[in-house]
């Protein structure tokens, strides 16, 4: 039995990804950068990633 994987690269790192099967709207981290990344779109196995952006929290000080 065979798992099926989907190919893209980090928009930040250029690191070639290789993921088990994801769909639109999920996300994950880059490996090599750390970088979490959103699922925008997937053709023909090809994942097309954007990175999520980290909003910190204003605390005041």
Partial sequence: ??????SGVCPECETDLT???????????????????RVEGIEDGQLRLSMVEVQLRDWGQ
Wanted: glycine share 4%; aromatic share 4%; net charge negative.
């Fill in 1 to 6: 039995m065979s798992t099926a994987t989907l």
């Fill in 19 to 37: 993921v088990p099967a994801l769909v639109q709207g999920e996300t994950f981290s880059c490996p090599e950068c750390m970088l979490t990344l």
